[in-house]
């Protein structure tokens, strides 16, 4: 794409536009009929007090955002984030950002301060977004989580998943938001993914599947004593997850 397009965020409410996110669904994951998110669920999604929000090129939808509402523990209300998609023509646009913050204003509009969502440790870039784009912490991971998909994105790996923690009113998410530095304990373990993952999925699964369990087992070893992630660094050949203590119950 040769200029910047301009993009219009708005919530989705029908069900001819539900359909259009189910489609996306189809497209950039690949699914079988059976592992797409439905229209009804997008219907639901939007009466118990989730959202839906589309990004709109002209008069074509080219990314949707859907959220649900959870409870933890007692009357503790936050939203999850339980998928994001973007068409690959309009990757590295920024869309996912425009979703993501769209999002935060109406979770602080409703007052409610946090917002998770899952995602896959080896995908480095969703990695790098969410930690210090977003100003998300990770301190959860969940051994195959969905199970076994038929997306060609998970090239048959069991689908563990990271959760992220995005306190949106938090100091740590407004610095990053607003490209302030921010303050982070001392570093005192990294967990390294090479660069090489994504091809490894397709070309060498084995390979793939000894660099999961890697990444599997450094994560629990962190968790269990206390680590959060709360940086991500990039090279040519590594994508590297930050791990400091971490003791309080937001970022």
């Known amino acids: 794409m040769s200029a910047k397009p301009e993009i219009d965020i708005r919530a989705l409410t029908t069900h001819r536009e539900f359909a259009e996110a189910v489609e996306i669904q189809r497209e950039i994951w690949g699914f079988a ?18 959202h839906v929000f589309g990004a709109y090129h002209r008069s074509r939808m080219v990314a949707f955002l859907l959220a649900i509402p959870g409870l933890k523990g007692g009357d503790r209300f936050y939203l999850h984030s339980h998928m994001l998609g973007v068409l690959k023509e309009y990757n590295d646009l920024g869309i996912g950002r425009m979703l993501k913050l769209k999002q935060r204003e109406d979770a ?10 899952t995602f896959d440790p080896l995908e480095l870039k969703n990695a790098f977004f969410n930690v210090e784009r977003l100003g998300a912490i990770i301190r959860r991971y969940v051994e195959n989580q ?7 994105l998970h090239g048959g790996l069991p689908t563990d998943r990271c959760t992220a923690e995005w306190w949106v009113s938090s100091e740590r998410v407004k610095a990053v938001l607003e490209n302030r530095p921010v303050t982070t304990p001392p570093i005192v373990e990294r967990i390294a993914v090479p660069v090489s993952i994504g091809g490894l999925k397709t ?12 990444v599997r087992e450094s994560f629990i070893s962190g968790f269990r004593r206390g680590l959060a992630v709360v940086a991500f660094e990039r090279s040519e050949e590594f994508g590297t997850y930050l791990l400091a203590p971490h003791d309080g119950e937001k970022a």
């Open 146 to 152: 969905y199970g076994t998909s038929t997306s060609f």
């Open 33 to 50: 009929d059976l592992e797409l998110l439905p229209v009804r669920l997008f219907v639901v999604a939007t009466k118990v007090g989730g």
């Open 108 to 117: 602080i509009s409703r007052g409610i301060e946090l917002v998770e969502w």
């Open 203 to 214: 070309e060498n699964p084995k390979e793939a599947k000894k660099v999961q369990e890697y």
